[in-house]
């Protein structure tokens, strides 16, 4: 089981843009808001773990 860090970069309609916060990078990944938890705001902090993400 894996888990990852995002940050939550930018919100744009039903979708938000997620940086990882656990490596290096500036990549950022495209994420439908249905599936991110609904109290989201640009800055929060969210893990991905078992198919989930929750705030942390």
Request: aromatic content about 10%; overall charge negative.
């Amino acid at each position: 089981m894996e888990t990852w860090y995002y940050e939550v970069v930018s919100i744009d309609g039903d979708y938000a843009n997620l940086r990882r916060t656990d490596i290096e990078s500036d990549d950022q990944k495209l994420v439908a808001r249905a599936l991110l938890p609904p109290e989201i705001v640009e800055g929060s902090k969210v893990k991905y773990e078992l198919m989930q993400y929750v705030m942390e």
